[in-house]
C-alpha cells in the first residue's frame, strides 16, 4: 500500500498511478484508521454525546472546585469543554498520573488530573470501565503499539509520502512516522508544487444565485470534464438547481454546519411531553410530515403518528387548546371516536393503539406539571417514592418510554422507505429521513444511561439533543460524472488540469490555542508537546495553496452577498496572488494582493462574459436567447365575468359567516365555498384573544348549564372562579406554562368582573336567560335570479333570552380590542351578525327581539337597547325602524341583508363575479364615506353606491383577506 499524508487530506480522494496501483491520500484521522486496522488496535465508534455523558458524570464524582460552579449551571457544556481540553493534552502526551509533577499553579491541570483519577478508560463491553476511549488515546494506544510490537509484525505500508514538511507536523505525528520508518517502511518527502496556473479568473455575482448560474454554464459546456475538479467551498444547493436546469450532474454537497432535516424529529417530540405540557407544540407534533418514497409510491407522506390519528387530535386542538380527561372535551371526544372505529380493520386498531399511547405521555406529563408525583402511569415500580420536583428538571424514568416508543415509531417508517432509493438517500449512503431520525433517538438515549443523574435538567436534555444530531445532507443528491469532487482546495488532486471553485470564500471555522504558555510548559514536564494552533493553520494554509496552485486553469465563483454577509475570498488566493506577482511581475502595474484578484486580466465585470450572442468563460462557451420580457401589470379590476349557468355553486345552507363574506366580497365566497380554495396551513392552535375568547364563552355556557345563572341570578365570585379555573386546562392550557401565571391572573380578574357585570345588568334589565351555545336551523327564501329558492340558515348563538312578557333577546358575547369597531357596526348600521340571529329566533311576541353585544374584556354592552347600553347615541332605538342608510335596530337591517343576499347570489348564478372594494384598491379610489371633487361636488365612494340601491356592503380591511395573491394585490401581477 502506498500512502500520501498531509496534515489537511482526511476525505481526500485516492490516486490511481500511472504504473498502475492505488495510492491511499488520507489525513491524521484516516491514516490512524489504517493503523488500527493492521495492528487489530480497531475498537466500536463511540458518538461524542456518549463520550461527553461519561465525562460529566466523571466531573460529578472529582466534584473539583475550580470547575464546580460552572458544573452546576451548565453541566453538559462545561463537560464538554473539559473533554476537548482533556482530549488535547491527552494526545499531546500528557500523563495525568504522573505524580512526579505538581500542577500547584495550574488549576484547569489540577481538576483535569482530579477526573482523570476516575476514569477507568476501556471499550463498550468491558464492565469495569467508565469511559471510551476517543481518537486521542487511540492515537497514542497506535504509538505504544508500533515502538512495542515485534519488528516482523506487518504493517502493509510499503511507501509512505509526507505532503508537509515532516518537522512541521505536531510532535506526536512526528513520532509515529519515526515508529513506522524504523519499521522498515520507505518514508519520502515529496516535492512541493511551484507550478503557477496559467490562467485565474475570478467571477463575482452579486448574489448566490446569479454566481451560480455562471458556474453552472461554465460545468454544464466545459470542453473535458474528466480534467476538471470542483472546490465546493460551501452548500451546493443553489448550484445544483442550475445544474439540473442544464441537464448537467449536481454535486450534492450539504452545509457543514448544518443539522440533517431528521434532527427535527426527537426536539419537537420532547418539547412536547416534557411537562408543562405545551398545546402548541404539541399541535406542531401532530402538524410534522415528512415526504419519503416507498416501494408503491414514489414521495409518500408520513408523520410521527399515523395521519388518521394526527388529523383528529390536531383538530380538537384546534377546537379546544387544552389536553385534559374532561370526557366533554374535544381531546376526549377525539380519543373515544378513535377507539369506537378500532374494530373496523387493523389499521384502525392501530390508529388507536397510537391514539392511547401518545395520550398516555401527554396527559401523563400534564398531570406530573399539575401535581409533580413522580409515580404515575408511566412509572409504576415504586408507587410510593416521592419525586425530587426541582423546578426546570424532569425524571429521565418518565421520558424514556416515550422514547422508546418513538424510535420503534421511526423505525417502523425507515423499513417501509428503506426498500428504494428515497429523497433523503444520497450516492455516499446516507440513511432515510427516519433511519436517522431512529439513529438520533439511539444516540440520545445511549447519552442519557451514561449521565448516571435520575433528573436532568430541561435544557440540558436538549443540549443533548443538539450534540448527538445526525450529520447533514443536501436537498439534492450527487450524481455520478466525469469531474472530480471536493470540499477542501487541500483535496485537489495531483495532476488537475482545471480547477473550478464553488463559493471560494474564507471559511468561518478558525483555530485557535486552547492552552497558554504556562500550562504548556507544565505538561510538557511529563512529556508531552503543545502544538500552537499557529503551527497547524500554517499546515492547512501552505496545503490549500499547494492544492490550488497545482492546475493550469484556476476559475473561481464566488457571492458578493452571501446570507446577508460580504465574504472575503480564500487566504489560499490572497497567497497565490503573492505568487503570480512573484513570478510574472509584468502582468501586474501594482503588486498589492487586492490590485491583482481585480485586475482585468482576473477579474471582469459580472455581465463581461456574454459576448453578443454568446456566453464565454475560459474555453467554456454557450449560446444565449434573447427572451423577451414580460410585462405584469396590475390587474385593470378582479371582478371576472362568465356568461353561464353557476347554480351548482348555489350552497344548500347559510351561515352569518358566508353572508357577511357574500356581503364583503362575492368573489372570495365562491373561491371558498363554491370552489372549496382554502388556506394551505389552517390547522392553527388557537391563541391570544381567540383562545381568551373561547374560554370565557364556556365559562359563561357552564354557569348557565349549571343553574348558577338562569332565572336572573348573578353567580358569586367563588363560583365563576372556580368555573373558570376548571376550564383553563381545556380551552386555554397556554395559560398554565412557566411565566403565565400574571396573564392567567389579570384575564381571571378581568373575567370575575365582567362576568359579575354581565349577570347583573341582564338582572336589572329583566332579562332571563334561556339558553347558551343554542344551535339554530330555520328556512329562509330568497329570490335568486326571480326564482324563489329555500335555503338552510344555520349557527349558533351565544346568549338567548326573554323578557316576562315572552320578548327574545339575543346577545353575542366577543372578547376583543376592537370595542369602537362594535359601537361602529351598531351606530351604522351593520351588525349583519345580529340581525341574522335575531331573524332566526322570529317574533313570537309583539316586539322585535332585543339584540346586543356584549364585549367581555372591556366589560359593557353596545346596543341600540339604552337599557343595556346607556351611551348609545346613534340612530333608531330599539325599535322595527332603519333610515335611507340602514342605520338603526339590527333586527330591521334583515331587509337590505337579505336584498344584498340575493343580489350576491343572483350574480354568482348568472357568472358575475364581483369583488367591489378590491376593485375600488385597484383603482385608487378615494375609499372614505365622503369625498369632494374640484368643483365641490359630492361623489359616492362603493359603500354609498351600494346603500344607495338599498344593499349593504361590509368594508374589512382588504388585507386580511386570504385571496390577495389570486386578485394580484399583493405585488406579484404574474
Same mark, same amino acid.
Given at each position: 500500500?502506498?500512502?500520501?499524508?498531509?496534515?489537511?487530506?482526511?476525505?481526500?480522494?485516492?490516486?490511481?498511478?500511472?504504473?498502475?496501483?492505488?495510492?491511499?491520500?488520507?489525513?491524521?484521522?484516516?491514516?490512524?484508521?489504517?493503523?488500527?486496522?493492521?495492528?487489530?488496535?480497531?475498537?466500536?465508534?463511540?458518538?461524542?454525546?456518549?463520550?461527553?455523558?461519561?465525562?460529566?458524570?466523571?466531573?460529578?464524582?472529582?466534584?473539583?472546585?475550580?470547575?464546580?460552579?460552572?458544573?452546576?449551571?451548565?453541566?453538559?457544556?462545561?463537560?464538554?469543554?473539559?473533554?476537548?481540553?482533556?482530549?488535547?493534552?491527552?494526545?499531546?502526551?500528557?500523563?495525568?498520573?504522573?505524580?512526579?509533577?505538581?500542577?500547584?499553579?495550574?488549576?484547569?491541570?489540577?481538576?483535569?488530573?482530579?477526573?482523570?483519577?476516575?476514569?477507568?478508560?476501556?471499550?463498550?463491553?468491558?464492565?469495569?470501565?467508565?469511559?471510551?476511549?476517543?481518537?486521542?488515546?487511540?492515537?497514542?494506544?497506535?504509538?505504544?503499539?508500533?515502538?512495542?510490537?515485534?519488528?516482523?509484525?506487518?504493517?502493509?505500508?510499503?511507501?509512505?509520502?509526507?505532503?508537509?514538511?515532516?518537522?512541521?507536523?505536531?510532535?506526536?505525528?512526528?513520532?509515529?512516522?519515526?515508529?513506522?520508518?524504523?519499521?522498515?517502511?520507505?518514508?519520502?518527502?515529496?516535492?512541493?508544487?511551484?507550478?503557477?496556473?496559467?490562467?485565474?479568473?475570478?467571477?463575482?455575482?452579486?448574489?448566490?444565485?446569479?454566481?451560480?448560474?455562471?458556474?453552472?454554464?461554465?460545468?454544464?459546456?466545459?470542453?473535458?470534464?474528466?480534467?476538471?475538479?470542483?472546490?465546493?467551498?460551501?452548500?451546493?444547493?443553489?448550484?445544483?438547481?442550475?445544474?439540473?436546469?442544464?441537464?448537467?450532474?449536481?454535486?450534492?454537497?450539504?452545509?457543514?454546519?448544518?443539522?440533517?432535516?431528521?434532527?427535527?424529529?426527537?426536539?419537537?417530540?420532547?418539547?412536547?411531553?416534557?411537562?408543562?405540557?405545551?398545546?402548541?407544540?404539541?399541535?406542531?407534533?401532530?402538524?410534522?410530515?415528512?415526504?419519503?418514497?416507498?416501494?408503491?409510491?414514489?414521495?409518500?407522506?408520513?408523520? $410521527?403518528?399515523?395521519?388518521?390519528?394526527?388529523?383528529?387530535?390536531?383538530?380538537?386542538?384546534?377546537?379546544?387548546?387544552?389536553?385534559?380527561?374532561?370526557?366533554?372535551?374535544?381531546?376526549?371526544?377525539?380519543?373515544?371516536?378513535?377507539?369506537?372505529?378500532?374494530?373496523?380493520?387493523?389499521?384502525?386498531?392501530?390508529?388507536?393503539?397510537?391514539?392511547?399511547?401518545?395520550?398516555?405521555?401527554?396527559?401523563?406529563?400534564?398531570?406530573?406539571?399539575?401535581?409533580?408525583?413522580?409515580?404515575?402511569?408511566? %412509572?409504576?415500580?415504586?408507587?410510593? +417514592?416521592?419525586?425530587?420536583?426541582?423546578?426546570?428538571?424532569?425524571?429521565?424514568?418518565?421520558?424514556?418510554?416515550?422514547?422508546?416508543?418513538?424510535?420503534?415509531?421511526?423505525?417502523? $417508517?425507515?423499513?417501509?422507505?428503506?426498500?428504494?432509493?428515497?429523497?433523503?438517500?444520497?450516492?455516499?449512503?446516507?440513511?432515510?429521513?427516519?433511519?436517522?431520525?431512529?439513529?438520533?433517538?439511539?444516540?440520545?438515549?445511549?447519552?442519557?444511561?451514561?449521565?448516571?443523574?435520575?433528573?436532568?435538567?430541561?435544557?440540558?436534555?436538549?443540549?443533548?439533543?443538539?450534540?448527538?444530531?445526525?450529520?447533514?445532507?443536501?436537498?439534492?443528491? +450527487?450524481?455520478?460524472?466525469?469531474?472530480?469532487?471536493?470540499?477542501?482546495?487541500?483535496?485537489?488532486?495531483?495532476?488537475?488540469?482545471?480547477?473550478?471553485?464553488?463559493?471560494?470564500?474564507?471559511?468561518?471555522?478558525?483555530?485557535?490555542?486552547?492552552?497558554?504558555?504556562?500550562?504548556?510548559?507544565?505538561?510538557?514536564?511529563?512529556?508531552?508537546?503543545?502544538?500552537?494552533?499557529?503551527?497547524?493553520?500554517?499546515?492547512?494554509?501552505?496545503?490549500?495553496?499547494?492544492?490550488?496552485?497545482? +492546475?493550469?486553469?484556476?476559475?473561481?465563483?464566488?457571492?458578493?452577498?452571501?446570507?446577508?454577509?460580504?465574504?472575503?475570498?480564500?487566504?489560499?488566493?490572497?497567497?497565490?496572488?503573492?505568487?503570480?506577482?512573484?513570478?510574472?511581475?509584468?502582468?501586474?502595474?501594482?503588486?498589492?494582493?487586492?490590485?491583482?484578484?481585480?485586475?482585468?486580466?482576473?477579474?471582469?465585470?459580472? +455581465?463581461?462574459?456574454?459576448?453578443?450572442?454568446?456566453?464565454?468563460?475560459?474555453?467554456?462557451?454557450?449560446?444565449?436567447?434573447?427572451?423577451?420580457?414580460?410585462?405584469?401589470?396590475?390587474?385593470?379590476?378582479?371582478?371576472?365575468?362568465?356568461?353561464?349557468?353557476?347554480?351548482?355553486?348555489?350552497?344548500?345552507?347559510?351561515?352569518?359567516?358566508?353572508?357577511?363574506?357574500?356581503?364583503?366580497?362575492?368573489?372570495?365566497?365562491?373561491?371558498?365555498?363554491?370552489?372549496?380554495?382554502?388556506?394551505?396551513?389552517?390547522?392553527?392552535?388557537?391563541?391570544? %384573544?381567540?383562545?381568551?375568547?373561547?374560554?370565557?364563552?364556556?365559562?359563561?355556557?357552564?354557569?348557565?348549564?349549571?343553574?348558577?345563572?338562569?332565572?336572573?341570578?348573578?353567580?358569586?365570585?367563588?363560583?365563576?372562579?372556580?368555573?373558570?379555573?376548571?376550564?383553563?386546562?381545556?380551552?386555554?392550557?397556554?395559560?398554565?406554562?412557566?411565566?403565565?401565571?400574571?396573564?392567567?391572573?389579570?384575564?381571571?380578574?378581568?373575567?370575575?368582573?365582567?362576568?359579575?357585570?354581565?349577570?347583573?345588568?341582564?338582572?336589572?334589565?329583566?332579562?332571563?336567560?334561556?339558553?347558551?351555545?343554542?344551535?339554530?336551523?330555520?328556512?329562509?327564501?330568497?329570490?335568486?335570479?326571480?326564482?324563489?329558492?329555500?335555503?338552510?340558515?344555520?349557527?349558533?348563538?351565544?346568549?338567548?333570552?326573554?323578557?316576562?312578557?315572552?320578548?327574545?333577546?339575543?346577545?353575542?358575547?366577543?372578547?376583543?380590542?376592537?370595542?369602537?369597531?362594535?359601537?361602529?357596526?351598531?351606530?351604522?348600521?351593520?351588525?349583519?351578525?345580529?340581525?341574522?340571529?335575531?331573524?332566526?329566533?322570529?317574533?313570537?311576541?309583539?316586539?322585535?327581539?332585543?339584540?346586543?353585544?356584549?364585549?367581555?374584556?372591556?366589560?359593557?354592552?353596545?346596543?341600540?337597547?339604552?337599557?343595556?347600553?346607556?351611551?348609545?347615541?346613534?340612530?333608531?332605538?330599539?325599535?322595527?325602524?332603519?333610515?335611507?342608510?340602514?342605520?338603526?335596530?339590527?333586527?330591521?337591517?334583515?331587509?337590505?341583508?337579505?336584498?344584498?343576499?340575493?343580489?350576491?347570489?343572483?350574480?354568482?348564478?348568472?357568472?358575475?363575479?364581483?369583488?367591489?372594494?378590491?376593485?375600488?384598491?385597484?383603482?385608487?379610489?378615494?375609499?372614505?364615506?365622503?369625498?369632494?371633487?374640484?368643483?365641490?361636488?359630492?361623489?359616492?365612494?362603493?359603500?354609498?353606491?351600494?346603500?344607495?340601491?338599498?344593499?349593504?356592503?361590509?368594508?374589512?380591511?382588504?388585507?386580511?383577506?386570504?385571496?390577495?395573491?389570486?386578485?394580484?394585490?399583493?405585488?406579484?401581477?404574474?
Amino acid at each position: 500500500m502506498r500512502v500520501d499524508f498531509g496534515w489537511s487530506l482526511d476525505g481526500a480522494p485516492w490516486m490511481s498511478e500511472p504504473s498502475g496501483g492505488t495510492t491511499v491520500v488520507t489525513g491524521p484521522l484516516g491514516f490512524l484508521g489504517i493503523l488500527q486496522t493492521r495492528l487489530g488496535a480497531t475498537r466500536p465508534t463511540v458518538n461524542v454525546a456518549t463520550r461527553i455523558a461519561q465525562y460529566r458524570a466523571l466531573m460529578a464524582t472529582a466534584d473539583h472546585e475550580w470547575y464546580r460552579e460552572s458544573f452546576t449551571v451548565d453541566p453538559w457544556n462545561t463537560a464538554g469543554n473539559l473533554l476537548r481540553l482533556r482530549d488535547d493534552a491527552i494526545e499531546a502526551g500528557w500523563r495525568p498520573g504522573d505524580e512526579s509533577v505538581s500542577y500547584e499553579n495550574q488549576p484547569r491541570l489540577v481538576a483535569l488530573a482530579s477526573i482523570e483519577s476516575h476514569n477507568r478508560l476501556g471499550q463498550r463491553g468491558d464492565q469495569r470501565a467508565n469511559f471510551n476511549p476517543g481518537p486521542a488515546d487511540d492515537l497514542r494506544e497506535v504509538l505504544t503499539l508500533l515502538r512495542e510490537l515485534p519488528d516482523a509484525w506487518p504493517l502493509g505500508v510499503s511507501q509512505l509520502r509526507l505532503r508537509d514538511d515532516r518537522s512541521h507536523l505536531p510532535r506526536v505525528w512526528q513520532e509515529v512516522i519515526n515508529a513506522i520508518e524504523a519499521r522498515g517502511v520507505s518514508v519520502t518527502q515529496a516535492e512541493r508544487s511551484t507550478r503557477v496556473p496559467a490562467a485565474l479568473s475570478v467571477v463575482r455575482g452579486p448574489d448566490e444565485w446569479s454566481t451560480a448560474e455562471a458556474a453552472a454554464r461554465w460545468l454544464a459546456n466545459c470542453p473535458d470534464a474528466r480534467k476538471v475538479c470542483i472546490i465546493a467551498g460551501d452548500a451546493t444547493d443553489v448550484l445544483d438547481q442550475q445544474l439540473v436546469r442544464r441537464g448537467a450532474a449536481t454535486l450534492g454537497v450539504p452545509r457543514s454546519s448544518a443539522m440533517s432535516p431528521a434532527g427535527q424529529v426527537l426536539p419537537l417530540f420532547l418539547s412536547s411531553i416534557i411537562p408543562p405540557v405545551d398545546v402548541r407544540r404539541v399541535g406542531e407534533l401532530l402538524n410534522f410530515r415528512f415526504q419519503a418514497a416507498t416501494e408503491d409510491e414514489p414521495a409518500q407522506p408520513f408523520s $410521527i403518528l399515523p395521519r388518521a390519528v394526527a388529523k383528529k387530535l390536531l383538530d380538537a386542538l384546534v377546537e379546544e387548546p387544552g389536553i385534559t380527561d374532561d370526557p366533554d372535551s374535544a381531546w376526549m371526544t377525539a380519543l373515544n371516536t378513535l377507539h369506537d372505529e378500532a374494530a373496523q380493520s387493523r389499521a384502525a386498531e392501530k390508529n388507536w393503539e397510537a391514539a392511547q399511547t401518545i395520550d398516555g405521555f401527554l396527559r401523563s406529563s400534564q398531570s406530573r406539571a399539575q401535581t409533580q408525583p413522580l409515580a404515575d402511569s408511566i %412509572n409504576k415500580e415504586d408507587p410510593n +417514592a416521592e419525586a425530587d420536583n426541582t423546578p426546570g428538571t424532569v425524571a429521565l424514568a418518565t421520558i424514556l418510554p416515550a422514547l422508546d416508543w418513538l424510535a420503534r415509531r421511526m423505525q417502523s $417508517i425507515a423499513r417501509q422507505t428503506d426498500t428504494r432509493t428515497t429523497a433523503a438517500t444520497s450516492a455516499n449512503g446516507d440513511s432515510s429521513f427516519a433511519s436517522q431520525a431512529a439513529t438520533h433517538i439511539s444516540a440520545f438515549r445511549e447519552s442519557l444511561e451514561h449521565l448516571g443523574e435520575e433528573r436532568v435538567r430541561v435544557r440540558e436534555l436538549f443540549d443533548i439533543v443538539d450534540t448527538s444530531a445526525p450529520a447533514p445532507f443536501g436537498t439534492t443528491q +450527487a450524481t455520478a460524472a466525469a469531474w472530480t469532487v471536493v470540499t477542501d482546495p487541500a483535496h485537489v488532486p495531483l495532476g488537475t488540469e482545471t480547477i473550478v471553485w464553488w463559493s471560494s470564500h474564507r471559511s468561518d471555522f478558525a483555530v485557535t490555542d486552547i492552552w497558554d504558555h504556562d500550562e504548556a510548559v507544565a505538561m510538557a514536564e511529563t512529556g508531552a508537546t503543545v502544538t500552537p494552533a499557529s503551527l497547524k493553520e500554517r499546515l492547512n494554509q501552505a496545503a490549500a495553496l499547494d492544492g490550488v496552485r497545482s +492546475a493550469t486553469t484556476l476559475i473561481c465563483f464566488c457571492p458578493e452577498n452571501l446570507r446577508g454577509d460580504q465574504p472575503s475570498l480564500h487566504p489560499a488566493l490572497m497567497q497565490l496572488a503573492e505568487v503570480l506577482v512573484e513570478s510574472h511581475p509584468e502582468r501586474f502595474s501594482d503588486a498589492g494582493i487586492d490590485a491583482v484578484l481585480d485586475d482585468s486580466s482576473v477579474a471582469r465585470p459580472f +455581465a463581461s462574459h456574454r459576448d453578443g450572442d454568446t456566453w464565454q468563460l475560459r474555453g467554456a462557451s454557450t449560446a444565449l436567447t434573447e427572451v423577451e420580457p414580460e410585462d405584469f401589470s396590475p390587474p385593470a379590476s378582479v371582478t371576472r365575468t362568465h356568461p353561464g349557468d353557476f347554480s351548482h355553486l348555489l350552497p344548500e345552507r347559510l351561515s352569518y359567516s358566508q353572508i357577511e363574506l357574500l356581503l364583503n366580497d362575492p368573489f372570495a365566497w365562491t373561491l371558498r365555498h363554491g370552489l372549496g380554495l382554502k388556506r394551505g396551513f389552517s390547522a392553527e392552535v388557537p391563541t391570544g %384573544n381567540q383562545m381568551i375568547g373561547s374560554l370565557v364563552h364556556s365559562v359563561v355556557e357552564h354557569l348557565i348549564l349549571d343553574g348558577a345563572a338562569t332565572d336572573g341570578s348573578v353567580p358569586s365570585d367563588e363560583t365563576i372562579s372556580a368555573t373558570f379555573d376548571r376550564l383553563v386546562p381545556r380551552f386555554a392550557a397556554e395559560l398554565l406554562l412557566p411565566g403565565q401565571q400574571a396573564r392567567l391572573g389579570m384575564i381571571k380578574s378581568i373575567s370575575l368582573s365582567s362576568l359579575t357585570a354581565l349577570f347583573s345588568t341582564l338582572a336589572r334589565r329583566e332579562i332571563s336567560i334561556t339558553g347558551a351555545e343554542v344551535d339554530f336551523a330555520s328556512s329562509v327564501t330568497l329570490s335568486i335570479s326571480s326564482e324563489p329558492t329555500t335555503f338552510t340558515l344555520v349557527g349558533t348563538r351565544d346568549l338567548d333570552g326573554s323578557f316576562a312578557d315572552g320578548r327574545p333577546a339575543v346577545i353575542d358575547l366577543k372578547w376583543t380590542n376592537w370595542h369602537k369597531g362594535y359601537r361602529a357596526k351598531i351606530d351604522t348600521g351593520e351588525a349583519v351578525q345580529l340581525s341574522v340571529y335575531a331573524h332566526a329566533v322570529g317574533t313570537p311576541s309583539s316586539s322585535n327581539p332585543l339584540t346586543a353585544y356584549y364585549l367581555l374584556k372591556q366589560g359593557r354592552f353596545v346596543s341600540t337597547d339604552l337599557g343595556l347600553d346607556p351611551d348609545f347615541s346613534g340612530g333608531a332605538r330599539d325599535n322595527n325602524t332603519v333610515d335611507s342608510l340602514g342605520v338603526g335596530d339590527p333586527f330591521g337591517l334583515w331587509p337590505r341583508i337579505q336584498k344584498s343576499v340575493e343580489y350576491a347570489l343572483t350574480s354568482i348564478v348568472e357568472g358575475r363575479f364581483e369583488a367591489v372594494i378590491a376593485d375600488d384598491i385597484i383603482a385608487e379610489t378615494n375609499r372614505s364615506e365622503q369625498r369632494r371633487s374640484a368643483d365641490g361636488t359630492e361623489e359616492l365612494g362603493p359603500k354609498k353606491s351600494v346603500a344607495a340601491e338599498g344593499r349593504l356592503l361590509i368594508d374589512r380591511p382588504q388585507e386580511f383577506s386570504d385571496y390577495n395573491l389570486i386578485y394580484g394585490l399583493a405585488g406579484d401581477y404574474s
